[in-house]
Every structure is written in structure tokens, then in C-alpha cells.
């Protein structure tokens, strides 16, 4: 699904006013409608205190056609306008009167206005701000986000949380609301997903108000959305008459004393994601271990007993996974360094292999085109230097991935892939997968993808989803605390197959 910017969204909208014939007016009471049957399905007219508080533009507009709709259908409501500024909307100013004949008299907040108590049993309505805002909200606007947010009510806010606006971080992350629950218009909102943003969106959900199709369907965005609809073209299905040699070869390379496991780890992700065949390249110390662990796994070692210091295959393999438990070891460094050089296939480059070009920034101009990094939020500060937000930190990956041809994983909560220019936001996983280890699996699912003939950009993606969607099976059965990495590989099976699973038909009315 397509993330859109807020200027984008101002386009679809004058769109669909133009091409649909209606005007904005309508168009606000039609988005104001879905609110209201959203929340009339829930409440059912049962008896709580909504107290609205409306802003003067647009979304204020939105909030006040809400305001006159529960009344109609007899909830107890209270309005408050939010009159930060005289530059009223048309839109808002048409619902005023339209609430007035209706004999509803908001109570209008100025900077000299007490606070209006809240108490944590209503249910307060967020409509102060939407995709307009464009400055930092004055004092006493954010005092009163403040007193909303310190209130303990439900607060369900109208399109976006006032405050957080659409295409960059709060100017003041205290003059933001922190909503229970997001009714976002037809498009989710970038800033819903990244890590000093989404915490203002416990939970979210889109609203159809039916803008323009065309235009949604032919405008290019810099992000999209990535759930199952996104991934499931992605698959690649197995043939009947297929063997091992039609699935690849990958070499995991890795480890070190005392850091085997993540090898064993990657490895076991690797084949349970589909590689044909795939071989552990690790110091001596790790022979045994991966030979027990894993009697699927070939071993291969260096003469190095405790680090890897010499990495060479006897044979081609379709893809290499290098990094984890590696250890940064110039020695180590030497090796991964030449080893860049004689690749020409796009590799898979995670944890330590990170931290040493990083270290020996040189090293950069000679990984293979179009091989993936999967840095955590560490090893991508060491690779990219340290940014100023979340925004910059796209803008700095995204220059990073063009300027050396390669994906980019950002992993976090929602993990963001990037090539070039466009970012694809994850929608799976959980906290319980912050544990060791998990990202060595990750890194085993992408190598094991490439093998098969995935593209390096469609392996990152469905490997980061088909991992999320592994970690959510095994929190669903044993909470997030008792998760482990292990667990992860284990449910990589039944991540495919809840993947492709068909749809359960409707059930038949009977006549
Ligand atoms: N355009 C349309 O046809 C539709 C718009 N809709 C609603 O309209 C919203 C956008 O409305 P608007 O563009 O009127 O903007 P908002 O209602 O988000 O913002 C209010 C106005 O305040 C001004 N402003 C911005 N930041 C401010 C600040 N910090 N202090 C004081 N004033 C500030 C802006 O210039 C803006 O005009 C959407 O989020 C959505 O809720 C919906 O009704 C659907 C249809
Ligand atoms: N809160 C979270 N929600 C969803 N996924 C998470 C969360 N925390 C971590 N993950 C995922 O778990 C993995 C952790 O990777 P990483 O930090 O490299 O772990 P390790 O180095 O222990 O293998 C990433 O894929 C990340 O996206
Ligand atoms: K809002």
C-alpha cells in the first residue's frame, strides 16, 4: 500500500472533488460520516461522555460534522473549538453554523480559557490539528495537548494526532497528542511507523473516504506499505520437477570463539527458508558444534582456530551471508576485505561485517552491486554517521544506498528497506523478537531467498516479512517474553504457509 505525503494527499483530494464533482463541503461530510459509523458500530449508543475538540481548519471541519451526527443519534457530547487563529475554513465555518442550528453551542478556548476537565472515563475526539499543521503549535495549544494527554480518557484522534505532523518529527514532542487509536483517511501516514514517531499511534486504521482512484493508482510515493497483499506476488512457488541444485547454494560465513551460535543460527534460517544447500564457513572452534547441531549444514573452516583469517571456497556458491559473531579482528578485516573484492554476485552483509567497513570505510567501493546491508540502529549510525531525526536518517540511508548500489535493511519495529529512493515499511513483528540472535535469523531468511533466485530487493522484503510474521506465530503461542531466536526459525514454516494460505470462502446464505 502506497504511503503518501501530506502534499500528496492534498492533490488526491482536490482530485477527487474534481473529478467526482462534489464539493469539499461534501467530501468533509462524507469522511465525517465513516467516523461517525466507526464509532456508532462501537459505542451503540452507549453512555459515555465524547468531548470533541476541534480546531479552526479542516480537520476541525471534520469534528464538527461528527459533533452534529452523534447528537442526532443522541450521544452526550461536549464541543470545543480550539481558536488558535482567526483564518477560519470555509468548510469549518459552514459546520459552525450548521451545529448552531442544531442548537449546539461549542465552547470556544482561547489562551486565556481555563482547562477543561476530562475525565478518564470520556472519550475525548481529536480533531485540533491534521495534515495542515505546519508549525509548532503556540503554548497554550500545547498545554492543552498536554492536558489531553495527562487525562488518562480514551482519545481517538481525527486523521492524524494533532500535533505530529505528516512529513517530519514534532518541533515539540510534548505539543503532540499520544492517541489510543488513529481513524486515518484512505492512506496511512509515514510518521504512524517511524521509531520517534509512532509513539504517538498506539493502534491505527484506515477510513475509504473514496478519493480518487486514478489518482492513488498512477501517483509514484518515496514509501509503501509492505503486507501480505505487497508480498504474496513476491513468492516464488517450487516445482514439481525441481531438485536441490534448482535452489542454490549458500555459504554462511561467521563466528568466532564464544560466538558460534549466530552462525548455527543464520544457517538453520537460511535452509528452513528454502536454499537448496547450505554450508557454514567458521574458525576451527565451530567445526564440531555446526556438525552436531545441524547434520544438514556442510562445514567448511580456515586454518584460524578462534577467528576466521582466510575465506576462500572450493566451489561457486549462489550467494554468501557473512558477518555474524565474526568479530572485527584485522586479521578478520583482511579477509572480509578481500573477500569483497573477489565477489561479484550481491552478497548479504550484516553485524560485524558492518562494523568493520565501517571501520575501514575504503573497503565501501568494493561491495558487490546490489548486495544487502541489514544494519540495526548501531551499526548503521557506525556506517552512515549519527543523524538529526528519524527524517534524516531516511535521507542519509537512501543517499548511502544510491551512492553504492545497494539495499539498505533498517531494522527497528517496523524494519524500512530501502533502494535508492523508495523505502518499503514492514507491518510484521513484535517486541518479543528484540533478542539475541534475531537478527542472525534475519539475515539467514534473506541469504537463503537470494539463493533461490529471489532478487536481492524482493529477498529483503519478503525475508523482513516472512520473519516478522515468524516471530508473531511464536508470540501468539508463547507470549513475547519466552521467544528466542530459535523460535523464530522454527515458525519460518508456518510463517509460509499462513502466507499462502487461500482465503477462507464466504460462507453461502441460505435460501
Ligand atoms: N481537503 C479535503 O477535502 C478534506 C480534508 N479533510 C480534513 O482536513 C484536514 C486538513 O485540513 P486543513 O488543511 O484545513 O488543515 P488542518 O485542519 O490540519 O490545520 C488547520 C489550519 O491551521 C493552520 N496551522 C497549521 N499549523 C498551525 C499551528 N501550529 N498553529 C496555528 N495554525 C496552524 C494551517 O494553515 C491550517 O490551515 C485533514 O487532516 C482532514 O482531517 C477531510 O475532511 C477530508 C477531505
Ligand atoms: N520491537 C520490535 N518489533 C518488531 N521487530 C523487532 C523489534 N525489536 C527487534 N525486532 C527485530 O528483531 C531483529 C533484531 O536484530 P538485531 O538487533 O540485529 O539482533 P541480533 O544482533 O541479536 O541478531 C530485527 O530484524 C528487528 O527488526
Ligand atoms: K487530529
Not at 58 to 68: I, K, M, Q, S, Y
Not at 257 to 280: E, F, H, N, R
Not at 311 to 319: D, L, N
Not at 458 to 487: N, P, Q, R
Request: proline content about 5%; charged content about 20%.
Amino acid at each position: 500500500m502506497k504511503i503518501f505525503s501530506a502534499s500528496q494527499i492534498q492533490d488526491a483530494d482536490k482530485s477527487t472533488i474534481q473529478k467526482q464533482q462534489i464539493s469539499s463541503e461534501e467530501l468533509m461530510e462524507r469522511a465525517a460520516t465513516k467516523l461517525f459509523e466507526w464509532i456508532h458500530a462501537r459505542l451503540r449508543g452507549t453512555r459515555v461522555t465524547l468531548k470533541l475538540f476541534c480546531g479552526i481548519g479542516n480537520n476541525g471541519g471534520d469534528g464538527l460534522v461528527l459533533a452534529r451526527l452523534l447528537h442526532e443519534h443522541g450521544y452526550t457530547i461536549q464541543v470545543y473549538v480550539v481558536n488558535f487563529s482567526e483564518k477560519r475554513s470555509k468548510d469549518f465555518l459552514l459546520n459552525l453554523e450548521r451545529l448552531k442550528s442544531a442548537k449546539l453551542w461549542p465552547d470556544f478556548l482561547n489562551n486565556e480559557s481555563e482547562l477543561p476537565p476530562i475525565s478518564p472515563d470520556d472519550i475525548v475526539i481529536d480533531a485540533i490539528f491534521g495534515i495542515g499543521l505546519n508549525r509548532a503549535p503556540n503554548t497554550w495549544v500545547g498545554n492543552l495537548i498536554m492536558h489531553i494527554n495527562n487525562s488518562r480518557a480514551f482519545v481517538l484522534s481525527v486523521d492524524i494526532p494533532s500535533g505530529l505532523p505528516t512529513d517530519k518529527c514534532p518541533w515539540n514532542p510534548d505539543y503532540a497528542i499520544r492517541a489510543s487509536y488513529v481513524l486515518t483517511f484512505q492512506v496511512p501516514k509515514l510518521v504512524f511507523f517511524l521509531p520517534e514517531t509512532g509513539v504517538f499511534v498506539n493502534q491505527w486504521e484506515l477510513l475509504d473516504i473514496g478519493l480518487d482512484p486514478e489518482y492513488l493508482q498512477t501517483t509514484e510515493t518515496e514509501f509503501e506499505l509492505i503486507g501480505r497483499p505487497e508480498v504474496l506476488p513476491l513468492y516464488r512457488p517450487r516445482l514439481k520437477f525441481s531438485h536441490k541444485g534448482n535452489y542454490g547454494h549458500a555459504i554462511i560465513v561467521g563466528g568466532s570463539y564464544g560466538k558460534i551460535g549466530a552462525v548455527q543460527l543464520a544457517s538453520d534460517a537460511c535452509l528452513s527458508s528454502g536454499s537448496g544447500l547450505v554450508t557454514a564457513f567458521v574458525p576451527l572452534c565451530g567445526y564440531q558444534a555446526i556438525q552436531t547441531a545441524l547434520p544438514e549444514v556442510m562445514v567448511l573452516t580456515d586454518g584460524g582456530e578462534k577467528i576466521i583469517s582466510k575465506i576462500s571456497f572450493p566451489f561457486e556458491p549462489t550467494v554468501v551471508g557473512i558477518g555474524m559473531g565474526i568479530g572485527v579482528d584485522k586479521i578478520t578485516a583482511n579477509a572480509f576485505g578481500a573477500l569483497l573484492k573477489s565477489m561479484e554476485k550481491p552478497m548479504v552483509i550484516d553485524a560485524d561485517g558492518l562494523n568493520i567497513l565501517a571501520k575501514h570505510p575504503k573497503m565501501l567501493k568494493d561491495i558487490p552491486e546490489l548486495s544487502v546491508l541489514t544494519p540495526h540502529p548501531k551499526e548503521l549510525e557506525r556506517l552512515v554517521g549519527n543523524w538529526s531525526d528519524d527524517f534524516e536518517k531516511l535521507s542519509k540511508v537512501k543517499a548511502f544506498s544510491t551512492h553504492y548500489n545497494v539495499v539498505v535493511v533498517i531494522k527497528g519495529a517496523h524494519t524500512i528497506t530501502v533502494y535508492k529512493d523508495k523505502g518499503f515499511v514492514n507491518t510484521t513483528g513484535n517486541p518479543g523478537m528484540a533478542t539475541a540472535g534475531s537478527g542472525d535469523v534475519l539475515t539467514g531468511m534473506i541469504t537463503g531467498l537470494m539463493a533461490q533466485g529471489y532478487t536481492s530487493l524482493h529477498a529483503a522484503i519478503f525475508g523482513v516479512y516472512l520473519h516478522g510474521l515468524a516471530g508473531d506465530i511464536g508470540v501468539s503461542e508463547m507470549g513475547y517474553e519466552a521467544l528466542k531466536a530459535s523460535t523464530i526459525i522454527s515458525n519460518i514454516g508456518n510463517a509460509f504457509m499462513e502466507l499462502l494460505r487461500q482465503p477462507e470462502a464466504e460462507p453461502q446464505e441460505e435460501n
